[in-house]
């Protein structure tokens, strides 16, 4: 994870050079930068590498047992359950393809660009016979749209850029010569709203999940 503050912007980067898998490394790169964010910044860009945002939990960890899958998945349930209350605005840049838990990270961040091409966003935990965890049906049901709730969650239906912004899990779609600068641009007019306030509103908005997940987690 490369961590830069730019103009009181935390950007958090990751780029394994492969899936950008959600491994332990990541979730621990992950929650330093929102340390450094809380500290040292006043809005969270999270993105991904060139043509992949996140193809979910790293699989490597998850064959190694239950016991360790379980482990995997505990962390990034609390890595997402802290993004989803983060105090300041979190602004994800898809880059890619979003699948499981990588669209489960756009789903717990406020502001979700996504960039035009052959990609696929989704959650397929249906199609490879896994259920949804706690966080996983909360963050569901309080991002999606309610049109999209079967399809999306129960039937692993995956979605284009243009048709995961009306399914949910993106607000909008640029060029992907555009996207950094379109997430710069968008943390900017976010931030420059009454901090307090908008950490009020999130925690306010999202207190029914925030807790259900809370109560979930190990």
Known sequence: ???QIENDIAVLAFNDGKANAISHDFIDGMMEGLDKAESDAKAVVIIGKEGMFSAGFDLKEIQKGQDEAVAL???????LFRLFGFPQPVVA????????????????SDTRIGVSGNF????????????LPVFG??????????????AAVIQSQMYSPDEAVDAGFLDSVVEPTNLNAACMEAAGQLMALPTKTYAQMKKDTREAPLTAIKTSLV
Do not use: P, W, Y
């Open 1 to 3: 994870m490369d961590i």
């Open 137 to 150: 049906q909360q963050l569901a049901q309080n991002r999606l749209s309610k049109r999209h709730l079967t």
């Open 73 to 79: 998945v505990n962390r990034g349930a609390q890595m």
């Open 93 to 108: 840049g898809c880059t890619g393809h979003a699948v499981a838990a990588g669209a489960f990270t756009l789903l717990a």
């Open 120 to 131: 696929k966003l989704g959650l397929n935990e249906t199609a490879i016979g896994m259920t």
